[in-house]
C-alpha cells in the first residue's frame, strides 16, 4: 500500500482536522484494508472492551461485491483500484466535543468523501472508537469515464494534497470550531529552529499511531493470506461460507 499525506494540517497541539489518503494498488491490498476496517482482523492496537462502539457500513463481502461491479473490464497494470481516506481529529478535541459533535465530524466528513469521489463509487465506510482516536475510514475507487484514473481525483503532487486539505478543513473542520494547521513552510518562517523541530517531532509521533496500526494490518494479512491473489480468494471464502 501506497500511503500519501501532507504535513500541512496535522499538527495535534490542539483542535485540527486531519485527513490522509492511502492508494490501494491491488485486490489483495483492498480486500486487506476491508477486513481491517471491518474488524474481521484485529489490530494488536485496538481494545477488544470498546468494539461494540465501532461502526460498518457494509461487510467485507458486499463491499467486494461492489467492487466486482464497478471494477473496468480492462485495468492497467500499475492502476489504484481504491483509494482509502483516514479521517480524524486531535485528541484534545475529542476529549473536549459533545456526542452531538463527534457525530456531526463523522457525519460530514463521510458526506465530504462522497462527494469528492461520488457516492456510487464509495465501497466502504466505517468508524473506530476501539482505538486511542476515534476516526474514520471510506474506501473508494477513482473511476473517471468509466476507467480507474486515481491521478485525474486525487493528483501525485503535495500541492493537490494541500488543496484536499484545505478543502477538508473549510467543510468540515471549520465548522466545528477547529484550527487550522500550519504548513511546514511557514512553520519554518515564523518559528525558531528549535521550536520547529518540536512541532515537527509532535507532529510525528501524533501520526505514529495511526501508521502502526497500517503496518500491523498489513502483517496480519499477509500472515493470514499471503500474497497470492488465489490465495486470498480461497480465504476470504472461507471465512464467508
Known sequence: MERWWHPCYCLLMSNYAIMR????KSRVSLVGALRHNNRDVVPNN???ALADYNNSRFSTAESLQMYTNLLPKRVRKNAVHAVEVVMTASPEWFEKASIDDRREFFSESEIWARKFFGGKN???VAVHRDEKTPHMHVIAM?????KLNAKAIIGGSRDRMRELQDDFYEKVGKPLGMDRGITR???KRHTQPKEFARIMSEQKTALDERERGINEREEEFKKVMGT????????FNEVHR
Open 122 to 124: 464509495v465501497l466502504s
Open 21 to 24: 489518503m492511502s492508494k490501494l
Open 46 to 48: 485496538a481494545d477488544i
Open 185 to 187: 513552510e511557514a512553520s
Open 228 to 235: 497470492n491473489p488465489q490465495t486470498v480468494l480461497r480465504a
Open 142 to 146: 477513482p473511476i473517471v469515464d468509466g
